[in-house]
């Protein structure tokens, strides 16, 4: 009998499982990159500004994904 879906995951599994490939992508390509000058805070100014926007773009369509995983109880 299988019981993987009846196994919970972790959340922070589900939240990965719910996004789909493009937005993976992205998070790895831009939003990774863009994260990591922030934390460094070696860069200062426009760098910044351009880092914190490229975030917020990765980070907004994760959101919509995860909202829309509630929404149909999937996670």
Do not use: C, H
């Not at 499982?17 to 460094?40: D, M, Y």
């Not at 805070?41 to 995860?66: D, K, R």
Request: aromatic share 10%.
């Amino acid at each position: 009998m299988d019981r993987s879906d009846n196994e919970l995951s972790s959340l922070t599994d589900g939240y990965w499982k719910v996004q789909p490939g493009w937005v993976k992508a992205l998070t790895i390509i831009i939003g990774l990159p863009a994260f990591i000058v922030l934390v460094s805070g070696a860069a200062s100014g426009t760098p910044e500004n351009i880092a914190m926007g490229a975030f917020i773009a990765v980070a907004l369509p994760q959101l919509i994904f995860v909202l829309r995983a509630y929404w149909r109880m999937d996670l």
